[in-house]
T-cell receptor, first 115, second 112 residues
Framework: DAGVTQSPTHLIKTRGQHVTLRCSPI?????VSWYQQVLGQGPQFIFQ???????GRGNFPDRFSARQFPNYSSELNVNALLLGDSALYLC??????????????FGPGTRLTVL | LAKTTQPISMDSYEGQEVNITCSHN???????ITWYQQFPSQGPRFIIQ???TKVTNEVASLFIPADRKSSTLSLPRVSLSDTAVYYCLVGDMPGYGNKLVFGAGTILRVKS
């Protein structure tokens, strides 16, 4: 069975540009979450979507937005890129939301470098 | 959300048992304790989750004392491939969202 997939694997952008990152959850999973991991730190929560609705938002500026499609895949968009946005962006999927033992499965991430 | 405190790093040798302790003094009644493992340039991987007492699966054990203010992840007979960052997370699972709050984690280095 395929795990969580993310594209692209690596991305290089310049300051001020816009980027779209994509995530396909495990088949049957309806919840998708996005995390940002800066080098040397733990992942930081950005968004969670469940059944195409936003269920949680972390402490990130409005330049960050996301959406979930009817097939439960998701996109993370970042506008007006800053050097500090350089990080590994992780997507995680789970069957449901807000239940004990609801394990989240992470994808390999997209490495974004902003020059 | 309860804050967690873990050692920054630990060293061990192949074949030894490794115990990583996490402190979470402000854990709430609804909070569960979850451990994740992360290798470089990969996403975190779920290891184990528990609420109280002891939980064991095929890769690890989780010990939680009665007051739940700390927990210990136990890895039996580690190998070189267990070298990774281990995160202790505490959160309200039966909540509105499934937000995971990661700390800095513990870097485990296994030597031969």
């Amino acid at each position: 069975d395929a795990g969580v997939t993310q594209s692209p694997t690596h991305l290089i952008k310049t300051r001020g540009q816009h980027v779209t990152l994509r995530c396909s959850p495990i088949s049957g999973h309806k919840s998708v979450s996005w995390y940002q991991q800066v080098l040397g730190q733990g992942p930081q929560f950005i968004f969670q979507y469940y059944e195409k609705e936003e269920r949680g938002r972390g402490n990130f500026p409005d330049r960050f937005s996301a959406r979930q499609f009817p097939n439960y895949s998701s996109e993370l968009n970042v506008n007006a890129l800053l050097l500090g946005d350089s990080a590994l962006y992780l997507c995680a999927s789970s069957l449901k939301t807000g239940q004990p033992g609801n394990e989240q499965f992470f994808g390999p991430g997209t490495r974004l470098t902003v020059l | 959300l309860a804050k967690t405190t873990q050692p920054i790093s630990m060293d061990s040798y192949e074949g030894q048992e490794v115990n990583i302790t996490c402190s979470h003094n402000n854990i709430a009644t609804n909070d569960y304790i979850t451990w994740y493992q992360q290798f470089p340039s990969q996403g975190p991987r779920f290891i184990i989750q528990g609420y109280k007492t002891k939980v064991t699966n095929e890769v690890a054990s989780l010990f939680i004392p009665a007051d739940r203010k700390s927990s210990t992840l136990s890895l039996p007979r580690v190998s070189l491939s267990d070298t990774a960052v281990y995160y202790c997370l505490v959160g309200d699972m039966p909540g509105y969202g499934n937000k995971l709050v990661f700390g800095a984690g513990t870097i485990l280095r296994v030597k031969s």
